[in-house]
């Protein structure tokens, strides 16, 4: 792992991460306010927006030139709109809108609004997140997720190197994303996809769209209380450990154990932490995520990892992979 390094700091850098928090907020209400949406079409005052939405017009005027400043809306004369890229991205017409992710994002802030009491020990952080308010949302939310992890799994997937591999199981697998990787890299490998029943419709859908339903066998579950299908010569667990404590990724290991043929690989992607936990600076953040959102979440180590994946029975555990964007990847073998 990477040493970390101190950054030069002074009282303008310190007090710039005091106030960040304003930015950010302006944004969010925006989201929240769907302005991006409204805006996309059609140049509109302050009085028009305030009527569409049902809200105040000196507000929205205060709250539309900050986001004109910001570099988020364009106003010409006294209209707004949202144009180009953010249009694209935060609008929810567009099909390529990661405003449901925005909205999370948002949904955070009363979470870590209560750090200090948790950091105290007055404050108890919730079991589980919230991810969406309505199945809509939740739709979103997963599309948004496979927009932008797209990417990363088809560099996730050049790193790993299937090999000779011909059946995946992929444990908490959304609508999908990991397993398309893996069935566009290797024509002869199947998929069994284990998730929630809602999100295995909404993958259901997706590999569908990609002609790839024929390949897979989809599992409705849930990997705390059901075993996995056996046979599988590979096993992913994508962003799955940072939700449990120690003591149920043992178990979710073990789970995998009994699902993998002898000389299979099992591959967990997540942050990785340095020795010390303050490398990478994103892993370090999101434990906090973790903290207040869930009730023994948090980022891990490899030797913690390593750990528990010997615990379970697997042997030459390796880090393939390090990274500073959850992009890290530990292997192991069933012997």
Known sequence: ME???????????????????????????????????????TPLSAGEVASRISGDVRALAVLLDALAAMGLLMKRGQTYQCEGDISRMLSEKSPHTILPMVLHMASLWRRWSRLTDIAKGGGVADDEFDFSRDAEELRAFIGAMHSIGA???????AAVDPGAARSLLDVGSGSGTYAIAFLQA?????????????????????????GLLDRTT????????????????????????????????????????????????????????????????????????????????????????????????????KLVKQGEHMDAIVEAFKP
């Not at 990417?151 to 997937?157: D, Q, S």
């Not at 290797?186 to 990609?210: C, N, Q, S, W, Y």
Request: charged share 25%; aromatic share 8%.
């Open 3 to 41: 040493e970390h390094m101190a950054s030069e700091n002074s009282p303008e850098t310190i007090l710039s991460l005091a106030q960040g928090f304003m930015e950010c907020r302006i944004f969010h209400a925006a989201a929240e306010l769907n302005l991006f949406t409204v805006l996309d079409q």
């Open 151 to 157: 990417p990363m799994a088809k560099r996730i997937v």
């Open 186 to 210: 290797v024509p002869g490998m199947r998929a069994t996809l284990f998730d929630l029943p809602e999100v295995i419709e909404m993958a259901r859908e997706r590999l569908k769209h990609e």
């Open 218 to 317: 989809l599992v409705a579950g849930s990997f705390y209380l059901q075993e996995f299908p056996e046979g599988h010569d590979l096993a992913l667990i994508s962003a799955i450990i940072h939700s449990n404590s120690l003591e149920e990724n043992l178990e979710l290991y073990r789970k995998v154990f009994r699902s993998l043929k002898p000389g299979g690989r099992i591959l967990v992607r997540d942050h990785i932490m340095s020795p010390d936990r303050t490398w990478p600076r994103n892993g370090a953040v999101f434990a906090i995520n973790m903290l207040v959102g869930t009730s023994g979440g948090g980022t891990y180590t490899y030797e913690e990892i390593e750990g528990g994946l010997a615990q379970a029975g697997f042997e030459r555990i």
